[in-house]
């Protein structure tokens, strides 16, 4: 089956378009603050980002002027360093110092600079981070490296426990996945995530786990360093609304944890909620259209398919480009359900506007935003989604989105958006 | 040299005031840069982005045509939206990246023009400026290419300066308009919000220039020297400060003079007030909420502090030019100064609360954080302001 339709175009910025940002997601790391070093324009969005988030007090710049470009700046880091420490109350363990698109350009002796940084203050962590967007395409783009940069302050551990760490997800799974019990179940005690953690030492918790869950793609490069480095071995795990994927899903997790004692794991009670939360949900939700986003979940194709068999309307669905792991969802709609539209949405086209449906309802601010649409249910990233509560979260949200239109461009500004 | 910013954010970088300019106009613009350029422009310095058919793109770049300086890829790709959404003018916008690189934009523009026939331009912005230089550039630019030298037209004035990071959504300056056609002018170009190609065509036809920022006066002495286009350089803020800035304009109109407007200032007039303020902000918008607080309030002692530079000639002695976030700290927190007017985000950098803050903000700073705050200032609007903020 062929695969479709994304062309290499000038891109699009709608207002629905962005993420978490570096600045957002290197925050997760406990007692960490960062410094960016770059021209002042680099790093406008994070400081507002940061702002809205309540982060700024941990996140500092140093602007360099062409001259410093010039020049070359890494002698100019350290006084940085010195006065950002003089400055903030609360000294820091992890110190990021990060850099823009042009450092990657002018090479900057970065090994050199932790070094010297590290000998002034032996105390803390230094750490090269990256928000350097022109290297999106290759192995590892910016919210791959900020991965990276999370756990790599994690230290090999002798003491190996029965925790499991999810990683790659920004946002811890809901309390009220069946993954918890799940694991449980077959001995494994505790979802260990990044946001659990106040102070770094609490965080090398993360180290003993014996088996790292990663929930996004963009954790799968720094589950193979830590597969390295702390022999934690690792499984990739991207979220599905599919029923039939999820089970699949979980006899992997079975497999991969190769427990002692293999039990019957009962996963009826929560089937039947999805169930009946998808029941709810088309009687509320009906026939209107529906338009699913890239900013929404990660595999947009994969839940059209999903929405599609439970009967919901799908109409549209938009992203940039489709990921490897979704790639056999996308060939499913164009075998089966070809009147589904594929939208691209940074597509040069998109700023026309011409495929206004404000009748509808839109998984995700962006499609929603191009679209018009008046319904939108909350969702972004998969955030807190995992297994069969995930179809019964999504279901909640569907439901609830259908009964009220939403004001897009206050939640828009309520989620500072980073690109 | 490198300066160190802690608590406040960069402020809007001068590509983003490249794209400000160009958001009006049917054009394909491409912000020659990875994404998060293009990202603070739509995000975080264009107000008007929500609900906007404005073609102001990214042009993706990467690191393999970076480093290769493979400039086949972008006019591709400029030549494509081009067939797609036939603009008026193409337009290329610089970022560090292209800095860097030694990107010759204003080459690749040429090129783009000779294979499409759309008039194309190259903006050399760099990421290390603000706003308003950035604004400059592409006004310029833009004027090179649209206007030509005309007879000028009785009472028909351009407003010089607007830009969303000084205006947000463009009230004020909606504001102004109908304030000076109530008063019998006829408005030309307002440069840069809410205006047509056709009005940039026609800038030459004013009578004068009314510059109402400090890009706007950059603006107004060029419009002067090419175009014989004199000017009235000064925001009217204040009810009896309007009256004397409509006097003004009538005399530069019959004059054909540039005047740098400062209020007629007869101390007796009013109530003196001793209590010394200090002003931080855009330079000329500041300095009309200078003339208010005189003229209006008695206010005697006055300080700017401008923050993206300073123009010696719209400033007054003990002014400051304030380019560095740690200039700016040092100068809110010296003793004498009793009342500050500043974007909400500078108190931040009060190191007590003894002094009386009022908040006003400024789009370049706070952006959509500090949207509560934006106020309107036009002739008796900063009367209405300054009565309500300083008796809460």
Same mark, same amino acid.
């Given at each position: ?6 062309e290499n175009t000038l ?15 290197? @925050? ?26 309540? @982060? ?17 700046? %890494? ?35 970065? *090994? ?10 032996? %105390? ?13 395409g ?56 990044? *946001?659990?953690?106040?102070?770094? *030492? ?66 009826? +009670? ?66 089966? +359900? ?82 | 040299?490198?300066?160190?910013? /802690? ?10 005031? #490249? ?5 009006? /106009?049917?054009?394909?613009?491409a912000?020659h ?26 042009s993706g770049l990467r690191e393999i045509d970076a480093?290769l300086g493979n400039d086949e890829k972008l006019i591709e790709k400029m030549i494509y939206? #081009? ?16 800095? =860097?690189?030694?990107s010759?934009?204003?080459?690749i523009? #040429? ?28 006004? =310029? ?58 009005? !940039?065509?026609? $800038?030459?036809? #004013?009578? $004068? ?8 006066? &950059? ?66 918008? $500041? ?15 006055? =300080? ?17 030019? !304030? ?16 009342? !500050? ?7 931040? &950098? ?14 370049? =700073? ?27």
């Amino acid at each position: 089956m062929m695969s479709c339709c994304f062309e290499n175009t000038l891109h699009y910025s709608s207002p629905g378009h962005g993420d978490w940002g570096v600045v957002r997601t290197g @925050m997760l790391l406990p007692e960490s603050c960062q410094l960016f070093v770059c021209p002042s324009a680099c790093g406008r969005h994070g400081a507002i980002g940061a702002m809205k988030q309540g @982060m700024k007090d941990r996140l500092f710049y140093l602007y360099v002027s062409q001259r410093d470009i010039i020049d070359g700046y %890494d002698d100019l880091i350290p006084e940085g360093v010195d006065q950002v420490l003089e400055a903030i109350p609360k000294r820091p363990k992890v110190f990021y110092i990060f850099v823009s698109c042009l450092d990657d350009l002018i090479g900057t002796d970065h *090994s050199a600079l932790l070094e010297k940084l590290h000998k002034k203050y032996p %105390d803390i962590q230094f750490l090269t981070g990256h928000m350097n967007p022109i290297s999106l395409g290759s192995k590892t783009p910016p919210p791959v490296s900020i991965q990276n940069n999370l756990y790599s302050v994690l230290d090999w551990s002798k003491d190996r426990d029965s925790g499991v760490n999810a990683i790659g997800n920004l946002v811890k799974i809901s309390d009220t996945s069946e993954l918890y019990e799940f694991l449980k179940a077959y001995g494994h005690g505790t979802l260990r995530h990044i *946001s659990d953690y106040n102070t770094l *030492s609490q965080y090398q918790e993360m180290g003993k786990s014996c088996a790292n869950l990663v929930l996004h793609p963009n954790g799968r490069q720094a589950a193979k360093r830590m597969e390295k480095k702390l022999e934690i071995p690792w499984l990739f795990l991207p979220v599905t609304y599919i029923p039939d994927e999820i089970e699949e899903n979980y006899k992997r997790l079975e497999q991969f944890l190769s427990p002692k004692n293999l039990v019957e794991f009962e996963f009826s +009670h929560k089937k039947a909620e999805a169930e009946e939360g998808m029941k709810r949900a088309k009687r509320v939700v009906g026939n209107l259209p529906i338009i699913i986003d890239s900013t929404a979940v990660m595999m947009p194709f994969g839940l059209a398919k999903a929405l599609l068999e439970f009967g919901f309307h799908v109409i549209r669905v938009e992203c940039q480009e489709c990921p490897d792991f979704d790639k056999k969802h996308l060939d499913w709609i164009l075998e089966y +359900h070809s009147e589904v539209e594929i939208f691209q949405s940074e597509h040069h086209r998109a700023a026309l506007f011409d495929r206004r449906m404000e009748e509808s309802l839109a998984i995700g601010i962006e499609g929603a935003y191009l679209a018009g649409s008046k319904y939108v249910v909350d969702l972004f990233n998969d955030e807190g989604m995992f297994g069969y509560d995930g179809i019964v979260q999504l279901m909640d949200k569907l439901a609830q989105a259908a009964e009220k239109p939403v004001d897009l461009e206050k939640r828009i500004n309520s989620y500072g958006l980073v690109v | 040299m490198a300066k160190l910013s /802690l608590w406040l954010p960069p402020f809007s970088p001068d590509y983003s005031g #490249a794209a400000a300019v160009l958001f009006d /106009l049917k054009t394909v613009t491409a912000m020659h840069d990875g994404s998060g350029c293009t990202g603070n422009y739509t995000g975080y310095d264009e107000p008007r982005w929500f609900g906007s058919q404005s073609g102001i793109y990214c042009s993706g770049l990467r690191e393999i045509d970076a480093v290769l300086g493979n400039d086949e890829k972008l006019i591709e790709k400029m030549i494509y939206a #081009a067939k797609d959404m036939k603009p008026d003018i193409l337009g290329l916008i610089g970022s560090p990246v292209p800095m =860097v690189i030694g990107s010759d934009l204003k080459g690749i523009a #040429a090129e783009l023009e000779e294979r499409t026939g759309i008039v194309s331009i190259g903006i050399d912005t760099t990421g290390t400026d603000y706003y308003d230089k950035g604004a400059y550039l592409t006004s =310029v630019e833009l004027l090179k290419r649209f206007t030509k030298p005309e007879k000028h037209k009785k009472s028909r004035i351009n407003i010089l300066g607007a830009l969303p990071m000084d205006f947000y959504k463009g009230e004020e300056i909606d504001i102004l308009k109908k304030d000076m056609e109530s008063h019998g002018f006829e408005i030309g170009l307002t440069f840069a919000m809410n205006y047509t190609l056709e009005d !940039l065509k026609n $800038a030459a036809k #004013a009578e $004068a220039n009314v510059a109402i920022s400090r890009f706007g006066f &950059l603006l107004a002495k060029y419009m002067e020297e090419t175009y014989g286009i004199p000017y009235l350089a000064g925001f009217p803020a204040g009810e009896v400060v309007k009256k004397q800035w409509y006097e003004v304009l009538r005399t530069v109109c019959d004059s054909k003079r540039s005047v740098l407007f400062k209020v007629e200032w007869k101390q007796e007039q009013i109530e003196k007030r001793k209590e010394k303020v200090f002003i931080i902000g855009e330079q000329m918008i $500041a300095n009309g909420i200078r003339n208010a607080l005189r003229l209006e309030f008695g206010y005697e002692n006055i =300080v700017v502090g401008s923050i993206y530079g300073i123009e010696k000639m719209l400033s007054e002695e003990g002014d400051l030019d !304030l380019n560095e976030e740690k200039k700016i700290r040092e100068a809110i927190n010296l003793p004498q100064f009793e009342m !500050l007017i500043g974007d909400p985000l500078m108190q931040r &950098l009060l190191e007590n609360d003894e002094k009386t803050f009022l908040p006003f903000a400024q789009y370049g =700073v706070s952006s959509k954080i500090g949207i509560e705050y934006q106020t309107f200032i036009t002739g008796e609007e900063f009367n209405k302001w300054f009565l309500q903020k300083t008796h809460n």
